[in-house]
């Protein structure tokens, strides 16, 4: 019980002790705070397949499972610069023996960007980032996937705005850090992107437009 007692009086001050960096000012030069959040995120999903992507042979047996996605996503916020990091574990319920070390899931980094404040209408978004405008159609974060769709990127912002928000996105993509040759070679992706999107809110309706290559 002693141990249980310390752990809990050291897990409470720890919890204390971020609380009290995240939402007090500091007091030295009244350095603005730097908060920090952590947000949890669990899906859980049960599928039954017949017939998925090919039509079912008559003797085709269908196939069910229970997939699960675990994230935890830690954002840093101060007054010139944000973090965020996300990290997920996808796996399939049963993938590996319950005595083994686990080595079935698949852990992977879905975001990991940092974010240079100009100033209130003006951010720019420089690495790993799930984006999405305009209800998914064109650019979207296919989320119903366990994985996301996530982009290496560079992206500045202008928002806030009454008249005019738009974002300029832009990406260049390797597969290893070569020393003398950009030709890429990763099946299903892109080398290079650019957009330009671009919204404005009316009283009675939206409008927006994206150019994307």
Known sequence: MKTIKNFLTILAGSVLSINSMGQ????QNDKPAIKHEFIPQIMTRGEYRHGYQSLADTNQKPAAFIG????LT???TAEKFDIV?????IRV???NANLPIDTSGKLSLAEGYGIIKFDKNNKLKIGRQ?????EDRILGSLDWAFQSRRHDLMVFEHKNDSVLTFHIGAAWNQKSDYYNT?????PKNYKTLQYLWLFRQMKQWNISLLFFK
């Open 93 to 95: 319920w049963g993938s």
């Open 68 to 71: 699960q996605r675990t994230r």
């Open 130 to 134: 799930i984006i999405s405008y305009d």
């Open 182 to 186: 950009t030709v890429y070679g990763v």
């Open 74 to 76: 830690y954002k840093m």
């Open 24 to 27: 007090s000012p500091s007091t």
């Open 85 to 89: 990091i996300t990290a997920q574990d």
